[in-house]
DNA sequence: TTGTATGCGTTATCAA
DNA sequence: TTGATAACGCATACAA
């Protein structure tokens, strides 16, 4: 009764695991087995079955494999931030090859989002099956959501410190606070931050390194100043308006991004302020571009690659098991003494 | 005959179109029609369905759709270059800002391949319906599979010049030869480059341009340096290695990556020689840095936010027209004179 | 204009 | 150990 007239375009015909089995003469259901490395089948017939897959090219579709799995078998990379802000900053693309080593090895998809509007589609639409977020920030619309979602999700850097989520972060705080401690440990007594925006979670825990430290080893207070973002430009604009309204300076600035470093530098060259010899600078994350600048910065290192691996391992962990984890790692920063620093004029 | 037994478990129930359907008193095929805008349904059924999606806060299954469409809707973003490389380089930030926003206001989701195990992995699972290539190298072993793939893509960034794919570049030659030019201007004779890898389809093109520009101006021949990477260090290597071995040094360089400029700029103040007035330097791409150096590196720029977003819309064009779009679009580039440039000495 | 039925490519349940 | 057959969530040709 059924009318089949099949159109047998000239097209290219994609082969599914129908032909494979028509070809290695067994049931989709027996393709399907050998696919998924179901033991329960035939080690004659697996290689029947095998053989004919190789023969015709055949490749497993995707997503029609996870439909019936109730599953994508993708994950997400998510940020709000904008391009130059993420992508042109090395500490991501070191974060970058933490994960992607890590899907390498693992049956996941990245997928990527730029904008809130891309992230809200991949997650209403049930196109992934968890979610890491990077660059967060305080006021970030989508936040609330994906805290009372039901989506697997991971937030790289820093976040609040009470949260349901599981956190990897880099340790801003001791970062910092080391880096204090080592203008204080070579004679600084009158040492300044100079901090990205409130907005940031990163500032904060900037802010409560810095303090903490100035707090343990006595020394005085002396402000410090705001950038707008992380960038050379806010470095330089931050420098600039604070020494132009006549304000003091101290001895040496801890700067809580490489790239506002060199906008710092570069107006203090502006100014005729001599670094080291008037002013000591310490940067932060290490760049590789810190180390060829004239004079090399001193920055604070931290290896981030682990921290992209890990966040990425246990995404794949909940998503897989169908358990929440909930923790907060830290990565340890160290400073990297170069050229910007030096002990006090007198 | 039906033996229909629901395992009605407690956990969150997704809800299908079916659900939809029967709430609004239509069928799944009348909800699916005001899911696709369909004008073929009558006005007041498609207040109902609508309002009957919003209550059950309805989300359309992204692959499930998909799926007969034998489409993916996803779109794929593929590099094999490494993260330092690729992401480190503010140069792709732009490029990714245009894909981005275009990407926002098309259906799309974007898919990312860091590595060709990755890539292979999309292509082969029908995964993605396009695919970008950016930073492509001649030796990368995927090359030849792509072309003669039958899935659209793009290339971003040079390609060797006859070809059938479709690519988006930067001027790169016209952009070499019009600093040379510049130079040449300011009355330089003895002009070298310092390029990139040989494997790199860019680092042809810059020599074409070079060449051709020296040439034409009938300027003395000095020959060049070759870095292995495009970072600081291969730049500063480069000089090094170039310089201790007593070789002549020609009174400017134009350097293909301001990463390999900073390394130069580094190796030159190591050595005492003194930028402008030794040696002028024009780097390559402007990155954000580049005017916060000391001094600010001259070098040349390109706005090219609009060739990623151009090299995505073509995509897309191709893979929704279903058709071959073979074009070749260069975007201009021009010298922005700063602080490694002046006049030679004598 | 709307509904029915079928198919998209695969997994999974149940018999055999 | 294998094979029908029913999902998976949706789109669409065809019928009504």
Redesign the pocket.
Known sequence: M?K?VKKKTSAKI????????KKA?????????V??D?????P???EIVKAAIAELN????FA???????QTGNLALVTARSSPVIFANPFFSKVFEGIGSVLDESPFNLMLSLTPSQMRRLMDS?TVDGIILIAVRENDPYLEEVEEMELPSVVIGAYRRISQMTVFCPDYEGGVASAVKFLAGIGHRRIGLLDGPPDSYKSGEDRRGFEEAIRQLDLEEVGSLTAEEFLERDGFLAFCSHFSEGKPLPTAYVVSSDHLAIGLLKATGDFGIKVPEDLSIVGFGDIPIAEHLQPPLTSIHGDLVEMGAEAARTLIQMVEGRKKIIKRVVYPMQVVERGTTAPPKA
């Open positions: 059924k089949q994609p082969v599914g695991i129908v032909h494979v089995a003469g067994v049931s989709p259901a027996t393709v399907s087995r696919l998924n179901n033991p329960t089948v035939d004659k017939i697996r055949y490749r497993p579709h029609a494999r996870n439909l019936p799995k109730g049930r």
